[in-house]
């Protein structure tokens, strides 16, 4: 396959996976705990990566800084994961995608306290603002939905900062590694991690409880969602623009509201639609806006 054809291919596996994960975890959590569901999954992706690493002759460094690296990884692996499945519990997928579409503001903030990034200009500031009024039209609908969406948002609002920051933190640690062996690192270390809160939470296995859906989305949540869409989205990130590849975040929880509507019968609000549009609006002109302002400012000197 051409490298055309490859970036081609893996840039639209990244938005279908990425835009079907949020249902897979909400219907790989609908028969069993979400931690149980989390569990089993990151089990089935630290298998297949252990076993596919020597097989595509990818080392798995474990020195000091690479465990660093994968610790790092992990606050999203683990943290933002978790508390991802605890959110299906109470909001639809949809929405579980559209909030962390406000994963690129988050983690631009957190790259201002960390990595010493420029402060926000105040096109991106305004951004803000309008991700902040689409979120306040998703916290209106938790209210008309009743306390358990409140919660749910409020769980996925954690989950998208833990996500983000991990980000961030990666990028504080100056090392050369596989991105396949970055993933599976940090999918392995974050095994016992969830062994651990799954045995606090719940620790109950009830096999005949499990529907073919969970394990059905499970098993492709492992394979896909955990190893595959990773790889694809590292492999575009160094072949395309940085903006081209953010077009995702924008794709996606479009996707997503579609699939949960048509597959899972999720309801549509009008605060949830007018959320969803000024938060997608928002992250366009916090991802384009500066570019856009500066070509204006340049054609109009030239008049």
């Avoid at 000091?64 to 605890?86: E, R």
């Avoid at 919660?151 to 100056?174: D, E, N, R």
């Avoid at 990130?237 to 081209?244: E, F």
């Amino acid at each position: 396959m051409q490298t055309s054809s490859k970036v081609t291919f893996s840039y639209l596996a990244v938005v279908l996976i990425w835009s079907t994960t949020p249902l897979g975890i909400v219907w790989s959590s609908e028969s069993m705990h979400p931690v149980l569901a989390v569990l089993l999954r990151m089990c089935i992706a630290s298998s297949i990566g252990l076993l596919l690493l020597p097989l595509l002759r990818i080392r798995l460094p474990l020195h000091k800084t690479a465990l660093k690296l994968y610790a790092y990884s992990v606050i999203g692996v683990y943290g933002g994961m978790m508390f991802s499945y605890m959110a299906a519990w109470y909001i639809p997928s949809g929405l579980i995608s559209v909030v962390f579409g406000l994963a690129p503001i988050i983690a631009g903030i957190a790259g201002q306290k960390i990595l010493g990034d420029a402060a926000f200009s105040k096109v991106r500031w305004f951004a803000l603002c309008i991700c902040l009024l689409g979120l306040a039209f998703i916290f209106n609908d938790g209210f008309n939905q009743g306390e358990n969406t409140l919660i749910g948002i409020v769980i996925v609002l954690i989950a998208v900062t833990l996500f983000s920051l991990s980000g961030v933190m990666v990028k504080t640690i100056a090392i050369h590694i596989h991105p396949m062996a970055t993933t599976v690192g940090a999918v392995t270390l974050s095994v016992p991690l969830y062994v651990i809160s799954w045995y606090l939470m719940d620790g109950e296995v009830d096999a005949s409880q499990w529907s073919a859906r969970s394990i059905g989305a499970i098993v492709y949540l492992g394979l896909f969602g955990s190893l595959f869409g990773f790889i694809c989205y590292f492999f575009i990130l160094q072949k395309l623009a940085v903006s081209t590849v953010s077009l995702v975040t924008l794709i996606t929880p479009v996707i997503a509201l579609i699939l949960g509507n048509q597959l899972n019968g999720e309801v549509l609000t009008r605060d949830l639609l007018l959320g969803t549009a000024a938060i997608l609006c928002g992250l366009a002109l916090y991802l384009w806006g500066d570019n856009l302002v500066n070509k204006f400012v340049r054609r109009q000197e030239a008049l």
